[in-house]
């Protein structure tokens, strides 16, 4: 079974560029999840898909970030304009049912992150 | 905002000694969680442990829990040089849909 796959793995960009991760969950999960996580912390939520809905983006800082799951299966997560503190690594997760520890499998499943340094 | 606050920030050891890592977390659980994650790497799912359970085990892993201190220990025996990582807890959000993430410890077994 393949993984939940992202890219691109590594990103350099000037502060007030803009910049897009893409990331495609594993088959058949319904649901999608972006992190983040800055150096040396664990990985905050910045929201959550259950298909191509939004469940929770109370983390997310709308003025600057953006993400949409169109289709209900790749995802992309935008930053315009970036600045010094989104230096992070991005990590993407699927899980297979609505929310995780709610039905079924209580795992989810990340890819390798996408780590993006603004200058 | 962090649910779980992982202790020692750091361990070090040798190859062959028990690791010991800690977890508290604040609110009421249905389970916790505990990821790894290899530098440079996402995060790996180890083992999970519900609210009515006080000990799992999975191979070298021991998992425990104690709800009346909200909190929980993860136990890797004999150690390894590749079990070197951060090893973070995870509960779920109010909601129930997502995970909150602790600090992590970062484990370094040397050879």
């Known amino acids: 079974e393949a993984g939940v796959a992202q890219s691109p793995r590594y990103k350099i960009i000037e502060k007030r560029q803009s910049v897009a991760f893409w990331c495609n969950p594993i088959?058949?999960?319904?649901?999608l999840y972006w992190y983040q996580q800055i150096l040396g912390q664990g990985p905050k939520l910045l929201i959550q898909?259950?298909?191509?809905?939004?469940?929770?983006d109370s983390q997310l800082p709308k003025d600057r970030f953006s993400a949409e799951r169109l289709k209900g299966v790749d995802s992309t997560l935008k930053i315009q304009p970036a600045k010094l503190e989104d230096s992070a690594v991005y990590l993407c997760?699927?899980?297979?049912?609505?929310?995780?520890?709610?039905?079924?499998?209580?795992?989810?499943?990340f890819g390798q992150g996408t780590r993006l340094t603004v200058v | 905002s962090q649910q779980g606050e992982e202790d020692p920030q750091a361990l070090s050891i040798q190859e062959g000694e028990n690791a010991t890592m800690n977890c508290s977390y604040k609110?009421?659980?249905?389970?916790l969680q505990w990821y790894r994650q290899n530098s440079g790497r996402g995060l790996v799912h180890l083992i999970l442990i519900r609210s009515n359970e006080r000990e799992k085990h999975s191979g070298r892993l021991r998992v425990t829990l104690d709800t009346s201190k909200k909190s929980s220990s993860l136990l890797i025996t004999a150690s390894r040089a590749a079990d070197t990582a951060s090893y973070f807890c995870?509960?779920?959000?109010?909601?129930?849909?997502?995970?909150?993430f602790g600090k992590g410890t970062t484990l370094s077994v040397s050879s």
């Open positions: 997760a699927s899980s297979l049912v609505k929310g995780v520890g709610v039905f079924g499998p209580n795992e989810a499943f």
């Open positions: 995870a509960t779920l959000n109010q909601a129930g849909t997502a995970l909150i």
């Open positions: 609110t009421s659980i249905n389970n």
């Open positions: 898909f259950q298909n191509n809905g939004v469940v929770d």
């Open positions: 088959s058949g999960h319904a649901t």
